[in-house]
């Protein structure tokens, strides 16, 4: 009879154990605030900057070529080599030329010779005036024929227009050219033109004359120039202007082909709506947001926005925030939306 109580009374004290564990689990658990650091959305006032992309080209370049026609017999130098103005830069075989020139030479020493003999005469009034004006001709012929062999054997050596780098190399020795065909492009490149295209939106914010700052990513290198030219006639495709920066290149780092960015800065300014950059996070979808803080539920916020240039620091809010909206810039990356936070004082 104990025993059967005894089992009663231990089955009722398990029951009771059970329930209370479970009223004891169903108690809500106080959720902690997490701690941020909150700053306001404000206006800025700054300057517009001309944004665009172009390429480097020598202050001068040309394409050269011989004069005469012939075998290529001598090449001075490769590409990217420096070339002096006053160095041959390349030359033609020149023996026929050569001998066309002491041809020349003969003939001038014969009609001279005959001219001075007529001359004697018609000086004595042996001969007629036509007969000395033929003698007189065909001197003149002779001599002018002279020149032009003289100016062929000397067109033989190819001279560059100016010191610059050869950029382009469109012949070997041994090979056979005419006359006037481009051989080698040369460019000055002691100072460089920075070319772009603005647009005809902007082209009014312009002008010769202007600083404007051109960056050269391949080396690394920001340098200020002067725009020196600006396109009269836009681009029938794009209709953007063609647009030119005169940079120095005195230990000649620029190469004409580099890709540049031209940063034009504008007289005119605006006001920008900015949030410190470190604020701003990516979603999986790679959307970027804030998280705004309410200080009347004491919450965060995830809140989507849509972002326009880095300003320093600051990032330029195009869509997604109002003027003096309180973002958390400290402990963002511990928040969800709808996170309890605590702003911390500074």
Same mark, same amino acid.
């Given at each position: 009879?104990?025993?059967?109580?005894?089992?009663?009374?231990?089955?009722?004290?398990?029951?009771?154990?059970?329930?209370?564990?479970?009223?004891?689990?169903?108690?809500?658990?106080?959720?902690?605030?997490?701690?941020?650091?909150?700053?306001?959305?404000?206006?800025?006032?700054?300057?517009?900057?001309?944004? @665009?992309?172009?390429?480097?080209?020598?202050?001068? %370049?040309?394409?050269?070529?011989?004069?005469?026609?012939?075998?290529?017999?001598?090449?001075?130098?490769?590409?990217?080599?420096?070339?002096?103005?006053?160095?041959?830069?390349?030359?033609?075989?020149?023996?026929?030329?050569?001998?066309?020139?002491?041809?020349?030479?003969?003939?001038?020493?014969?009609?001279?010779?005959?001219?001075?003999?007529?001359?004697?005469?018609?000086?004595?009034?042996?001969?007629?005036?036509?007969?000395?004006?033929?003698?007189?001709?065909?001197?003149?012929?002779?001599?002018?024929?002279?020149?032009?062999?003289?100016?062929?054997?000397?067109?033989?050596?190819?001279?560059?227009?100016?010191?610059?780098?050869?950029?382009?190399?469109?012949?070997?020795?041994?090979?056979?050219?005419?006359?006037?065909?481009?051989?080698?492009?040369?460019?000055?490149?002691?100072?460089?033109?920075?070319?772009?295209?603005?647009?005809?939106?902007?082209?009014?914010? @312009?002008?010769?004359?202007?600083?404007?700052?051109?960056?050269?990513?391949?080396?690394?290198?920001?340098?200020?120039?002067?725009?020196?030219?600006?396109?009269?006639?836009?681009?029938?495709?794009?209709?953007?202007?063609?647009?030119?920066?005169?940079?120095?290149?005195?230990?000649?780092?620029?190469?004409?082909?580099?890709?540049?960015?031209?940063?034009?800065?504008? %007289?005119?300014?605006?006001?920008?709506?900015?949030?410190?950059?470190?604020?701003?996070?990516?979603?999986?979808?790679?959307?970027?947001?804030?998280?705004?803080?309410?200080?009347?539920?004491?919450?965060?916020?995830?809140? @989507?926005?849509?972002?326009?240039?880095?300003?320093?620091?600051?990032?330029?809010?195009?869509?997604?925030?109002?003027?003096?909206?309180?973002?958390?810039?400290?402990?963002?990356?511990?928040?969800?939306?709808? %996170?309890?936070?605590?702003?911390?004082?500074?």
């Amino acid at each position: 009879m104990y025993q059967k109580w005894f089992y009663y009374i231990i089955l009722i004290a398990l029951i009771f154990s059970g329930c209370k564990s479970k009223i004891r689990k169903s108690e809500p658990v106080a959720q902690s605030a997490t701690v941020v650091i909150v700053t306001p959305v404000r206006k800025i006032i700054v300057g517009n900057e001309i944004v @665009v992309s172009g390429n480097i080209e020598g202050l001068r %370049t040309a394409k050269i070529g011989f004069m005469v026609a012939g075998k290529i017999d001598y090449v001075a130098v490769n590409e990217g080599q420096w070339v002096n103005k006053d160095k041959v830069l390349a030359s033609i075989d020149p023996t026929s030329y050569s001998i066309a020139k002491e041809m020349a030479d003969v003939q001038v020493a014969q009609a001279e010779d005959e001219y001075n003999r007529l001359k004697y005469m018609h000086d004595q009034g042996s001969i007629s005036e036509s007969d000395f004006s033929k003698i007189t001709f065909a001197l003149q012929q002779a001599k002018a024929q002279q020149k032009l062999h003289a100016k062929n054997l000397a067109d033989t050596k190819l001279y560059p227009p100016f010191g610059g780098v050869l950029i382009k190399k469109l012949c070997e020795v041994g090979e056979i050219t005419g006359v006037g065909i481009p051989q080698f492009v040369i460019s000055y490149i002691h100072k460089v033109n920075a070319a772009a295209f603005v647009p005809e939106s902007e082209l009014h914010q @312009v002008r010769i004359g202007q600083n404007a700052r051109v960056s050269i990513p391949a080396i690394n290198l920001t340098v200020t120039g002067k725009i020196v030219e600006v396109g009269a006639v836009a681009d029938p495709a794009s209709r953007a202007f063609a647009v030119k920066v005169e940079i120095d290149n005195p230990q000649l780092l620029i190469r004409p082909g580099m890709v540049a960015e031209v940063v034009i800065p504008s %007289t005119e300014t605006t006001e920008n709506l900015v949030v410190p950059s470190v604020a701003i996070l990516n979603d999986i979808d790679n959307q970027r947001f804030v998280f705004v803080a309410d200080t009347m539920q004491h919450k965060a916020f995830k809140r @989507v926005i849509s972002t326009g240039k880095l300003q320093n620091e600051n990032m330029e809010i195009l869509t997604g925030l109002s003027e003096n909206e309180l973002i958390v810039t400290g402990g963002q990356n511990k928040l969800v939306d709808g %996170t309890a936070i605590t702003i911390q004082k500074q």
